[in-house]
């Protein structure tokens, strides 16, 4: 596509309930993040991916959460037995290397909400 | 660690009024310097950045200077319009990491014709 796709675009769940967040990047590029942006606060890294592996996963707050990115384009951002303090927007960015000069284009992001 | 302040919003302006949006950061060694910006509705998109010390990043008018001095990298655009309407924030690459960006708050910025 022409973009960094994120679905769904919002998801409500339950406290404890478990989900799974995608997002699908630019054609061709290696690099992919997520970041996560609570309300009035800017992103915070969450993890990337350099092809199918986790380069860097140092930003994952716990162990509820876990992403996979099995062929190195299409990736999953998974957390379990979520709690209200996991709602936020969830942000996707690709780029076509993991180099800091290189530009990362992000996603419109997936809005979760738990109740 | 790293960290980014950046001026507080929302910020209200009149079209054709020059718009200043502070940044300070904190940072180990000398990182690359950036602002993103996210208009209604969209995903946030790169809106200029600089690499080194005393570097000017530029795009759509706006601009910001990369100062070592005063660990600064305040946007500044002269004649703002209402399509400038946006949340913009300022964010820093880690120098070990630089895939690894840490932003500011953001501040919501209001044009009105």
């Known amino acids: 596509g022409a973009g960094v796709s994120q679905t769904p675009s919002n998801k409500v769940t339950e406290k404890g309930k478990y989900v799974e967040l995608r997002c699908d990047p630019i054609?061709?590029?290696?690099?992919l993040y997520w970041y996560r942006q609570s309300l009035g606060q800017g992103p915070e890294f969450l993890i990337y991916?350099?092809?199918?592996?986790?380069?860097?996963d140092s930003g994952l707050p716990n162990d509820r959460f876990f992403a996979v990115r099995p062929e190195g384009s299409v990736s999953t951002l998974k957390i379990q037995r979520t709690e209200r303090g996991d709602s936020a927007v969830y942000l996707c960015?690709?780029?076509?290397?993991?180099?800091?000069?290189?530009?990362?284009?992000f996603g419109q992001g997936t809005r979760l909400t738990v109740v | 660690g790293n960290s980014v302040t950046q001026m507080e919003g929302p910020v209200t302006l009149s079209e054709e009024a020059f718009l200043t949006i502070n940044c300070t950061y904190t940072a180990t060694g000398y990182p690359s310097l950036f602002w993103y910006v996210q208009y209604p509705g969209e995903g946030l998109q790169l809106l200029l950045k600089a690499t080194k010390a005393d570097d000017k990043g530029s795009n759509k008018g706006f601009e910001a200077t990369y100062r070592k001095e005063t660990t600064s990298f305040h946007l500044e655009k002269g004649s703002v319009q209402v399509s400038d309407s946006a949340v913009y924030f300022c964010a820093l690459s880690d120098v070990r990491r630089d895939y690894k960006l840490s932003f500011g708050a953001g501040t919501t910025v209001t044009v009105r014709a």
């Open positions: 960015a690709s780029s076509r290397d993991g180099a800091g000069n290189t530009e990362a284009f």
């Open positions: 991916f350099q092809g199918t592996g986790a380069a860097d």
């Open positions: 054609s061709g590029h290696t690099a």
